[in-house]
T-cell receptor, first 111, second 114 residues
Framework: GQNIDQPTEMTATEGAIVQINCTYQTSGFNGLFWYQQHAGEAPTFLSYNVLDGLEEKGRFSSFLSRSKGYSYLLLKELQMKDSASYLCAVRDQNGANNLFFGTGTRLTVIP | EAGVAQSPRYKIIEKRQSVAFWCNPISGHATLYWYQQILGQGPKLLIQFQNNGVVDDSQLPKDRFSAERLKGVDSTLKIQPAKLEDSAVYLC????????????FGEGSRLTVL
C-alpha cells in the first residue's frame, strides 16, 4: 500500500518563501509528483522527481530523497495567486503505476 | 491541444438514484483514470484503463460503481444506487502511458447526493 503525509494547512506572507513537506511509504516507488489545485478547479502538474536531488522550475522547486521517503516543494517570491492546495503524489509500480495522492496542503498567502 | 473533457460539471440527485459521468481524454492518451475527490481530501483512485482494458479497479466499489471505455477513447463512470457518501468531485485524468509522464486532469464532475 501507500502512505503519504503532508501538513493540512500553511500560511505564508506575500513575497516570502514557503516549504511544503511530504513523506511517503510505498513498496514500488516510481516517481513523485506535485500538483497545484485551486478551489473548485482541476489539479495541474507542477513538478516530477524520480531521482534524488532538486528540480527547479522558475519560482517552484521540488526536492526528493528516496532513502528518507521525503520530498518538499519550495515556492519562492510568493504571490497571492499561489493560494491553493498542493498535492503530493507517488507513482507506485507495484500498484499498476498509478498515482496515489496525499490529502493536500492548503496554502494561504496573506498580504 | 484540447484538454480532458468531462460532463456534466454539476449533478444533484437523491440517494438511491443513478448517475453517469462522461470523460473524453486528450487525443492519443492511452491511459485513462477516474478519481474521486471528497471535499478537503486528495484524489482517490477508482479505476485505471489502458486503451479499452481495465488495468486496476481494486479500489472501485463494484457493488454500486461501474466504468467502461469500450472503444478505448472516451469513458463513462456510473453510480447506481447513489449513497450520501458518494457526494464528491469525480475527476477524469489521462496520460500517454501509465509508467511515464504526468496525468492531465479534467475539470471534474461535482456530485451532490441528497
Amino acid at each position: 500500500g501507500q502512505n503519504i503525509d503532508q501538513p493540512t494547512e500553511m500560511t505564508a506572507t506575500e513575497g516570502a518563501i514557503v516549504q511544503i513537506n511530504c513523506t511517503y511509504q510505498t513498496s514500488g516507488f516510481n516517481g513523485l509528483f506535485w500538483y497545484q489545485q485551486h478551489a473548485g478547479e482541476a489539479p495541474t502538474f507542477l513538478s516530477y522527481n524520480v531521482l534524488d536531488g532538486l528540480e527547479e522550475k522558475g519560482r517552484f522547486s521540488s526536492f526528493l530523497s528516496r532513502s528518507k521517503g521525503y520530498s518538499y516543494l519550495l515556492l519562492k517570491e510568493l504571490q497571492m495567486k499561489d493560494s491553493a492546495s498542493y498535492l503530493c503524489a507517488v507513482r507506485d509500480q507495484n500498484g499498476a503505476n498509478n498515482l496515489f495522492f496525499g490529502t493536500g496542503t492548503r496554502l494561504t498567502v496573506i498580504p | 491541444e484540447a484538454g480532458v473533457a468531462q460532463s456534466p460539471r454539476y449533478k444533484i440527485i437523491e440517494k438511491r438514484q443513478s448517475v453517469a459521468f462522461w470523460c473524453n481524454p486528450i487525443s492519443g492518451h492511452a491511459t485513462l483514470y477516474w478519481y474521486q475527490q471528497i471535499l478537503g481530501q486528495g484524489p482517490k483512485l477508482l479505476i485505471q484503463f489502458q486503451n479499452n482494458g481495465v488495468v486496476d479497479d481494486s479500489q472501485l466499489p463494484k457493488d454500486r460503481f461501474s466504468a467502461e471505455r469500450l472503444k478505448g477513447v472516451d469513458s463513462t463512470l456510473k453510480i447506481q444506487p447513489a449513497k450520501l457518501e458518494d457526494s464528491a468531485v469525480y475527476l477524469c485524468a489521462s496520460s500517454l502511458a501509465p509508467q511515464a509522464g504526468e496525468l492531465f486532469f479534467g475539470e471534474g464532475s461535482r456530485l451532490t447526493v441528497l
